[in-house]
């Protein structure tokens, strides 16, 4: 079993930080069939042979991803993916 564990530091008020996660949760959805659910401040979601969560605190949010077997061999591409997205979402608005 492969781990993935992203974290993405950002200055968005919590509001804004967990709409900003709802927005990776979905494009990671779309993209990868995943189902998710909110639990307070985190996010988890899980597929087939894929699970994890995003967990969101006051300055950064932490994604933890753990794969199959079957998706292992895909844990670069599906960092790589993760983390673009997390950058691109979590670093575009430095303020609220």
Same mark, same amino acid.
């Given at each position: 079993m @492969? ?7 950002? /200055?968005?008020? !919590?509001? *804004?930080? $967990? ?8 494009k ?8 998710y659910e909110?639990? %307070? ?5 899980? $597929?087939?042979g894929v699970? %994890? ?5 006051k300055? *950064? ?6 794969? %199959?077997?079957?998706? %292992?061999?895909?844990a !670069?591409?599906?960092?790589? /993916?993760?983390?673009? /997205?997390m @950058? *691109?979402i ?7």
């Open positions: @492969a781990d993935i564990n992203i974290v993405q530091e950002h /200055k968005l008020t !919590p509001k *804004k930080a $967990r709409e900003a996660a709802e927005q990776v949760a979905q990671l959805a779309a993209e990868f069939d995943l189902e909110w639990e %307070g401040d985190v996010l988890h979601f899980e $597929r087939s699970n %994890g969560s995003l967990t969101l605190t300055h *950064k949010a932490e994604m933890v991803i753990k794969l %199959g077997f079957l998706f %292992g061999a895909f !670069p591409v599906i960092q790589a /993916k993760a983390a673009e /997205k @950058a *691109k979590f670093g575009a608005t430095k303020s609220a």
